[in-house]
């Protein structure tokens, strides 16, 4: 299991302390409850409460302690969110999902390097399926852990047809801009650039 943030009492955080909690137990939050609405569709809400006992619950209710303490609005919304999101992807599972585990939450979930960033997995009778989940703000930059830009569309959109070709056309486009932006750089400092940055530029 992940080691979350632990936040107590009322406390006097910083803002960016503040925020960091709120990034985390929103996220959190939202896995369970996207979960839940899909294992409540598929008949099996009771089996997924039952691995939310003890001091995982207790740290749930916890982290929706302190959203409705420092933000109610977003505690709120995130039944709806977590509704919307779980109707969207009911779209693209089958009719013979039966189990559904939050990554990371349970003892029972399996634990394997093929789950990579996935924050549910959702089995059926003859197929796994990973979800990863982002809840962010309209207009807002979704950064990755470790993606890079040479294998993010590879690695995480891979089940697509075209994710290499695509994946080779991001590759190809980020080496011309990088010689493009190196090349001016150079030309700024009235270098000749022969393909990399070279002894000549960390002189300059």
């Known amino acids: 299991m992940q080691k979350p ?20 137990f929103k996220g959190n939050l939202f896995e369970f409850l996207v979960g839940q609405w899909l294992a409540r569709f598929y008949g099996g809400e009771a089996a997924f409460l039952s691995r939310f006992q003890g001091p995982l619950k207790k740290q749930m209710v916890g982290y929706e302690r302190w959203l409705r303490e420092f933000d109610p609005g977003l505690l709120r919304s995130l039944p709806i969110l977590s509704e919307k999101t779980a109707n969207t ?22 634990t394997k390097k093929s789950l990579k960033e996935a924050d549910l997995l959702i089995l059926s009778n003859e197929k796994e399926y990973l979800l990863s989940l982002k809840l962010c ?23 697509f047809d075209q994710a290499l070709f695509w994946q080779e056309r991001l590759s190809f486009c980020v080496d011309q801009s990088f010689n493009q932006m190196a090349y001016q750089l150079y030309e700024r400092e009235g270098l000749d650039f022969e393909g990399s940055f070279d002894n000549q530029w960390e002189d300059a």
């Open 5 to 24: 943030l632990h936040f107590s009492g009322r406390g006097d955080y910083t803002t960016s302390q503040k925020e960091a909690a709120i990034n985390e």
């Open 89 to 110: 992807v009911l779209e693209y599972l089958p009719q013979d999902i039966k189990n559904i585990f939050v990554v990371g939450k349970s003892i029972e979930a399996p």
């Open 137 to 159: 703000k309209t207009n807002a930059f979704v950064n990755t852990k470790s993606g890079g830009v040479r294998s993010f569309l590879d690695k995480y959109f891979g089940d």
